[in-house]
């Protein structure tokens, strides 16, 4: 998978940083600032770009159908309301159908989709949704649970609140004792 997205300019986004800590009165000239608008640029440039990937997908051989659940991926994106960072852990799982899916997909898929600005809510359902769409399993599930540097440094200022979000398909939301299970799986600590 290939991120669509206009190219990006690093030199501008330096001018642009350049301009923006200078409209912060910070003193560019002094010696431990002059290169902080490149290292700036270098960074947000970093987060909000994805790396390719390809959904590697098997045969379900062996008929497999309980629940593939991969607990504690890191994620990180950056609010699309202030440019903050929110951190936390994303737990993805399936229930096979026809195909089952290779295991370091689950990260990888992870940090696509979070290598842009934008809310929690739209991260979890885009990662379930590419799940859903690439595999078509029985059924999906994502939870992300993430601090938002955006409350926690500003603003209510609630170090250590965490946002937990949901996006379950197929059995996973409609089979109550599946949805338990998945639920329940992405609770405990390993």
Same mark, same amino acid.
Request: with cysteine.
């Given at each position: 998978? #290939? ?6 300019? +690093? @030199?501008?986004?330096?001018?642009? %940083? ?6 912060? &009165? ?9 290169? #902080?608008?490149?290292?700036?640029? !270098?960074? $947000? ?10 959904? #590697? ?15 504690? *991926?890191?994620?990180?994106?950056? /609010?699309?309301?202030?440019?903050? +960072?929110?951190? @936390? ?8 159908? #026809? ?14 989709? %979070? ?11 885009? *990662? ?5 769409? @690439? $595999?078509?399993?029985? @059924?999906? &599930?994502?939870? *992300?649970?993430?601090? !938002?540097? /955006? ?32 639920? %329940? ?6």
């Amino acid at each position: 998978m #290939t991120p669509t997205r206009p190219e990006t300019d +690093p @030199g501008a986004a330096e001018k642009a %940083a350049v301009d923006l800590l200078t409209a912060l &009165g910070l003193d560019l000239t002094d010696e431990n600032l002059v290169d #902080t608008p490149r290292r700036m640029a !270098h960074a $947000l440039l970093e987060m909000t770009t994805a790396s390719d990937f390809e959904l #590697t997908t098997f045969p379900n051989s062996e008929g497999y159908d309980e629940l593939v659940l991969v607990q504690g *991926i890191p994620v990180q994106s950056l /609010c699309e309301h202030h440019m903050l +960072p929110f951190v @936390g852990l994303a737990h993805v799982g399936y229930l096979p159908g #026809t195909r089952i899916l290779g295991l370091s997909k689950f990260a990888r898929m992870v940090d696509f989709h %979070a290598r842009q600005p934008q809310t929690q809510e739209r991260l979890t359902q885009r *990662i379930a949704d590419h799940l859903q769409q @690439g $595999l078509q399993p029985r @059924g999906v &599930g994502v939870v *992300i649970e993430a601090e !938002h540097a /955006c409350m926690s440094l500003r603003g209510a200022r609630a170090p250590g609140a965490r946002t937990v979000t949901s996006a379950l398909f197929g059995h996973l939301r409609d089979d109550p004792r599946s949805r338990a299970e998945f639920l %329940a799986l992405t609770r405990s600590k390993t």
